[in-house]
């Protein structure tokens, strides 16, 4: 079993700034794709931000240059600061990793979730 566990989010006010952090335990190898999605009451779930195995970024537009992905691949951790924070980017956020279940020839490829953690910006 992968278990993935949120923390640092909260309510903030507008302009102010958050960071999430998402820590995987269990049996999950050779992660090689990181990210964090939202949503929000009514919306579906977008991708926020992700990151590929060989370290490169990518981001909603809406998020370019307040949002910045990063990741400690020892600590099997991703984190997402979140700078110059809006009303519209309150949500529940989720990360997420892909790897593989094991270190043998027959594993398999698992994808996790983490369970959620609100993000509520005041203007």
């Known amino acids: 079993q992968v278990q993935l566990v949120e923390s640092g989010g909260g309510l903030v006010q507008a302009g102010g700034s958050l960071r999430l952090s998402c820590a995987a335990s269990?049996?999950?190898?050779?992660?090689?794709?990181m990210g964090w999605y939202r949503q929000a009451p009514g919306q579906q779930r977008e991708l926020v931000a992700q990151?590929?195995?060989?370290?490169?970024?990518d981001y909603l537009d809406s998020v370019k240059g307040r949002f910045t992905i990063s990741r400690d691949t020892t600590k099997k951790t991703v984190y997402l600061q979140m700078n110059n924070l809006k009303p519209e980017d309150t949500a529940v956020y989720y990360c997420?990793?892909?790897?593989?279940?094991?270190?043998?020839?027959?594993?398999?490829?698992?994808?996790?979730w983490g369970q959620g953690t609100q993000v509520t910006v005041v203007s």
């Open positions: 997420t990793m892909q790897g593989w279940d094991g270190l043998a020839v027959e594993a398999k490829r698992t994808k996790a």
């Open positions: 990151m590929s195995s060989g370290g490169i970024a």
């Open positions: 269990g049996k999950i190898f050779g992660i090689d794709a």
